[in-house]
């Protein structure tokens, strides 16, 4: 049985990121003092009492605007209210009753679903204000002051987010699922990428740059597998990233890629190759996660027999450093490809896993040392006394040798080459570490 679903929503500004931060204990949400901050729904684990389910932040309900962002973000919170089992009403004891607040509990009655009021920024501990009373007329039975930076009356609040919901006391805990982030410059697509393969529009997608601010974890189950895809604010260059709210989204797109182990890295092709991609595929490239190169857009290319190839061609030369990684040409739009890049992010994760027996990694050694002699230097030659892996993800080999200066760089990309060339690791990085024979010390 999957979990229960808990969505908070409410007017813009009201505090419903804090809380969603406070409740889950974690730092997902970006919290600042300015309206529509949130945008997409973004899902968490959440336990209370040995009770566990997901909770849903989601983005300012602006119930008479019909156009722009602020219509996506309703749109947004629309579909977290259908889906969810127990809905929190976040409201503000300073502002009062707004007629936004009840157009937003007419819609929330409407729905059928348990709704908890939460009277927010009730900051003083002891009797609750008298301005709590005037919440009553929205209609709502539950209702629980709290205060969400301090953490006053959250507890209170989940027992009656629990009492609300049904939990399954013999629910089997999810199965490994590979965590995926989607990462690229900004406007590449990568929402329409999630969207497409969840088939609905949980991601906000606009043509303007910077849309997606949260990094929000969305679980894909499908013939190919389980999977958690993470999508990613665009990351631009340093000196373009302003302060405040796009910071902290660059922050939230390098924290989910430290916690993926698999990174697809997505291209624009119609503006092909710049120097930011080099920059965002190097981060992960650096982080040690399986990388996949997809090249997005390609139905809007105009093309002959030779353009892929070509493109390849070029691609393979730009990101040279990272020659491991798979080259995809796909569609978000038309969903061209989909299919193989699932199958790709299944074999490179397996390849980043990959753990090699010592014995068949020195009968290679054997092998390639006969095959080309290590280098020499004033009369010294470089033994390599054998090989060993000492970790995954990614796959890391340690060389124990007589002298270690001796271990000339190109000779270490020859060996590198042979490991690869012998036991595939497409997709994903490699490391090798020099050990004289003896010391402790690596590099």
């Known amino acids: ?189 990568k929402s329409s990428l ?27 189950e499908n013939q190919y597998g389980k999977f958690i895809f993470t999508d990613t604010a665009g990351l631009r260059k340093r000196g373009k990233v302003e302060s405040g709210v796009e910071r902290y989204s660059v922050l939230r797109s390098l924290a989910a890629v430290e916690r993926s182990r698999v990174c697809v890295i997505m291209i624009d092709a119609t503006v092909g190759f710049t120097e930011q991609d080099s920059k965002v595929a190097g981060y992960a490239h650096d982080q040690g996660k399986a990388c996949i190169i997809a090249v997005n857009k390609w139905d809007a290319v105009e093309k002959d027999s030779y353009t892929m190839d070509k493109m390849r061609k070029q691609l393979e030369e730009d990101f040279s450093f990272m020659s491991y990684a798979p080259i995809l040409f796909i569609s978000a739009k038309t969903g061209q490809r989909l299919d193989k890049l699932f199958e790709t992010i299944q074999y490179v994760d397996v390849q980043n896993g990959t753990r090699i027996p010592t014995g068949a990694l020195n009968e290679m050694l054997a092998r390639s040392t006969a095959r080309v002699q290590p280098p020499s230097d004033k009369g010294k030659r470089l033994k390599i006394f054998y090989i060993t892996q000492s970790s995954t993800r990614p796959p890391t080999f340690v060389a124990f040798v007589n002298q270690k200066a001796l271990f000339h760089f190109s000779y270490q990309r020859y060996i590198e080459n042979q490991i690869r060339e012998n036991f595939g690791l497409t997709g994903t990085p490699m490391r090798l570490l020099i050990r004289e024979h003896g010391d402790g010390s690596a590099r």
């Not at 749109?75 to 300073?94: K, P």
């Not at 969207?195 to 969305?218: F, K, P, S, W």
Request: aromatic fraction near 4%; hydrophobic fraction near 40%; include cysteine.
């Open 194 to 220: 999630i969207n497409h393969i969840l088939g609905e529009n949980r991601l906000i997608v606009a043509n303007e740059a910077g849309t997606t601010r949260d990094a929000i974890d969305t679980m894909v």
């Open 1 to 189: 049985m999957a979990k229960p679903i808990v969505a908070i929503v409410g007017r813009p500004n009201v505090g419903k990121s804090t809380l969603f931060n406070k409740l889950t204990g974690q730092r997902l949400a970006i919290v600042e003092d300015t309206p529509g901050v949130t945008r997409d729904r973004i899902f968490c684990d959440c336990e209370w009492c040995g009770h566990k389910f997901l909770l849903v932040d989601t983005g300012g309900i602006e119930p008479n605007i019909d156009d722009g962002l602020l219509a996506h973000m309703r749109e947004q919170a629309q579909i977290a209210i259908d889906s969810a089992d127990c809905i929190i009403m976040v409201g503000e004891i300073g502002a009062g009753v707004t007629a936004q607040d009840q157009d937003i509990a007419g819609m929330l009655m409407r729905s059928g679903k348990p709704v908890v009021l939460a009277v927010n920024k009730c900051d003083k501990v002891g009797e609750p204000p008298m301005e709590l009373y005037d919440f009553y007329s929205l209609g709502i039975g539950d209702i629980v002051p709290i205060s969400s930076v301090h953490g006053h009356g959250t507890g209170d609040l989940l027992d009656t987010v629990c009492e609300n919901l049904h939990f399954d006391d013999n629910d089997v805990e999810e199965e490994d699922r590979i965590p995926v982030a989607v990462i690229g410059r900004p406007n590449v697509g």
